[in-house]
């Protein structure tokens, strides 16, 4: 469901960049962590890039993905689903029916709009972010560097346990 309560919204994007230290820069397209670090999460999290993935595993990440959310959450929660500078959706990885193209009212792109493909887990654009609504655990996807950073306990312990199966390496 997409995200329309501006003030909502600007409240969610407020905590990723003050709870998970979001710093976004286009620039940087390396692994070195010493040069720098797009977020600074406090709690348990893991990085993993995903410039090797073949094919079929970004059309499978989907279904994989959707299934650790579904147990990460308890019936009626909900995940912030957020696209950088673009839409925001509460997401329930239960109901198939929001695992589709939607159509988003933006007056900045000719025709007032465009179709997103929902849920994007796979940042080939922009920053894709998958974060519980108490903003215990998290996805969130950095397009630029190609990686994939978990973090929250159980997304993490969930994630280590798979990540070869999606082609991902490990980086911390």
């Not at 960049?17 to 999460?41: A, E």
């Not at 509460?90 to 179709?115: H, I, M, T």
């Not at 190609?146 to 990540?163: N, R």
């Amino acid at each position: 469901m997409l995200l329309e309560n501006k003030e909502l919204e600007n409240t969610v994007w407020e905590k990723v960049f003050k709870q998970l230290g979001l710093k976004p820069d286009c620039m940087v397209r390396t692994h070195n962590f010493s040069v720098s670090m797009p977020f600074d999460i406090n709690v348990a999290f893991s990085v993993y890039g995903i410039e090797k993935m073949s094919d079929s595993q970004i059309d499978g990440m989907g279904d994989i993905i959707r299934k650790i959310f579904i147990e990460a959450t308890k019936e009626n929660e909900r995940i912030y689903a957020l696209d950088w500078e673009h839409s925001s959706f509460l997401y329930d990885p239960r109901n198939p029916d929001e695992q589709k193209s939607v159509w988003v009212d933006d007056a900045r792109y000719f025709g007032g709009g465009f179709c997103a493909e929902f849920p994007a887990f796979y940042p080939d654009v922009d920053y894709y972010f998958f974060i519980d609504e108490n903003f215990r655990f998290g996805y969130l996807g950095h397009p630029w560097r190609q990686e994939v950073w978990v973090f929250g306990e159980l997304l993490v312990h969930k994630f280590d346990q798979i990540y070869n199966k999606l082609g991902w390496i490990k980086l911390k």
